[in-house]
DNA sequence: CTGACTTTTTCCCGTCACGGTAAATAACGG
DNA sequence: CCGTTATTTACCGTGACGGGAAAAAGTCAG
């Protein structure tokens, strides 16, 4: 929704093109918005049309030039204006909760699978923000114009912390429900072997 | 992304018209997946059209008649196979961060304003998916078939716990940070009043 | 040298999401 | 009589998003 409201907040850091916009994001807001290339591009000519910001171009040898993006006055005035508004609450939008809620009607194993990926996928998040937090903020504070920076570190933390602890818990869930299946309906593999065997 | 899909993820527990999708998507779908009737109902005609839903008009005195939509046997498969294919991770994408990323750009004020409506809303939803687990699941179990429903309230707890509690730390930081900005700027008006007095 | 990859921007194509405005229908509550 | 509830449908836009592609000029590996 505030795609251009988020490039507006990453150029108050520093003029960027937007090849580097489409990067990375900074580092930091690309973690909680990601959007390629082209979406990236678009959003600029329209900021660019609209006055928010000012391309300067920069010659260069060896690769395209590029254009370097300002905010304009008018571009601050527009993102404090849209900061002043109160926020719509995002919804979690989860496919997996998804597929959970209609788990009696979906095959498991996939499932299950995937959990697991997610669980290492939030795991990996987790561990890059830690080390982006002790890289950035070694001891825990910032400085003012760097607070929200660290607020936004601290909830993608606790956020994956979150999410993976409840894979986890998915995961185990899964796994009684199948045993469960199993013990009631199948014989499990590994008593199936050994009563074959004896 | 995938609305249809969670239409058909509701329409496995029973069949509905698209009012009722609409009013709750069932009191546990629809905290994750807010949609507007308008939205399901198109949704509603496009999985008619694919064969993946099917409607049976119920003849209403008093109402208009209804169209209650029912799974097809091609829908439980559709839905199968979605299922089966691995989900996309979901981004944080809160307007909020992005203010907050952007901090010493924009004024502290309506942000400590909003984050302090927002820690409201994360503290109802708590109490709400509370209220829910504690009615719908009072053992903390969940029969084989519910589970999926149970790991969605228990996410859903986690996440508003999680941010409500982010919340409480972000309006403490900002109100350190004018705290601190009016002991170096601006006089605190007690003080200043104190001082006029005296 | 060739071929692959990087850097940088742009364009065209679509689908999905989303939301406003609104209308039709018919009963019920006040 | 007016407003609300229940129920569906229509038309209109904007915005998000992503595939596919192409330019242009360099670098680096094989």
């Known amino acids: 929704m505030a795609l251009g409201d988020a490039i507006l907040a990453c150029l108050t850091e520093r003029p960027m093109t937007g ?37 300067r171009e ?19 005035a527009a993102l404090r204006h849209w900061a002043a508004r109160p926020s719509v609450p995002a919804s979690i939008k989860d ?21 697991m990926a997610r669980l290492e996928h939030h ?21 003012p114009a760097d607070v929200g920076k660290l607020l936004g570190l601290r909830i993608g933390l606790a956020h994956e912390r979150a999410v993976a602890e409840w894979c986890e818990e998915a995961i185990e869930a899964l796994s009684a429900l199948t045993s469960g299946a199993e013990r009631s309906n199948v014989v499990p593999l590994e008593e199936n072997q050994r009563e074959n065997k004896g």
């Open 58 to 76: 920069v010659v260069q040898s060896g690769k395209p030039n590029k254009l370097v993006y300002t905010l304009t006055p008018d571009g601050r």
């Open 123 to 143: 795991r990996d998040r987790f561990a890059r923000y830690e080390r982006l937090l002790n890289k950035r903020f070694p001891q825990g504070t910032a400085p």
């Open 19 to 55: 090849y580097e916009l489409a990067k990375t994001f900074d580092n930091s807001i690309g973690f909680f918005w990601k959007a390629d290339h082209q979406q990236i591009y678009r959003e600029l000519t329209k900021l660019r049309d609209r006055g928010h910001i000012q391309g």
């Open 95 to 115: 496919d997996l909760l998804v597929r959970l809620y209609a788990l009696d009607s979906v095959d498991v194993e996939p499932l299950r699978t995937d959990l």
